[in-house]
């Protein structure tokens, strides 16, 4: 009878260890990949097919770019007061010169333009007719009734007496000048030059524009 119980016991097969439901969830996880893998970039790369990543904007045309103006301003700009700069202290022998106002302002045309040797040039202006009182009779003759306009050091100076002031002035008026029949305004300092009668002056000019 014991020998039997033993046979039987030997035959049966070995019973499953507890915990058997944990063992297969374990090769479950084995077999399945985690979604939660750290360390990596879960985005992924966009179809090189498809169509353009969104958010980004959008390519505008192209603007030709205009090219800058090359034209050489005619005139200085007019202030708003007429006023003095610096060029009254570049006249070669100023007590020549009888100051009558530190600044005025004339129109007219330009009548003629002459070359002088200490630098100057003489532009004689016509006056309209509001500035005529502003002429004296020396202004006629060789002046032609014209108001006599000098912007200094503006030309090579060989007037022996001229050339170390012009020399000196870093900053004369800039060409280019008005020509024969343009209509102009005109600012400078209004003298009488004695050592040529008492003729009526703008010297130096100091601005002038177009009219």
Not at 60 to 70: M, N, V
Not at 92 to 111: D, Q, S
Not at 152 to 169: K, L
């Amino acid at each position: 009878m014991l020998a039997l119980v033993a046979v039987l016991a030997v035959g049966r097969p070995p019973a499953p260890p507890t915990g058997g439901s944990s063992t297969q969830s374990a090769l479950s996880d084995v077999a399945t990949p985690s979604s939660d893998v750290s360390g990596l970039d879960s985005t992924q790369p966009s179809d090189p097919a498809g169509p353009p990543a969104t958010g980004l904007p959008a390519a505008s045309p192209t603007t030709a770019p205009t090219s800058a103006s090359t034209s050489t301003p005619r005139s200085t700009p007019k202030p708003a007061t007429c006023r003095p700069t610096d060029q009254d202290k570049y006249v070669y022998n100023p007590a020549r010169l009888a100051v009558k106002a530190a600044c005025i302002h004339v129109t007219g045309v330009i009548e003629a333009v002459r070359k002088e040797a200490d630098g100057d040039l003489h532009l004689l202006l016509a006056l309209d007719p509001a500035y005529t009182h502003l002429l004296t009779p020396a202004n006629q003759g060789v002046e032609l009734g014209d108001l006599v306009i000098e912007p200094v050091c503006v030309r090579s100076v060989t007037q022996a007496d001229a050339i170390d002031i012009c020399a000196a002035d870093p900053d004369p008026l800039s060409p280019p000048f008005p020509v024969v029949g343009e209509r102009v305004w005109m600012e400078g300092r209004y003298v009488f030059d004695l050592q040529h009668g008492g003729w009526a002056e703008l010297h130096p000019l100091y601005r002038w524009g177009d009219k």
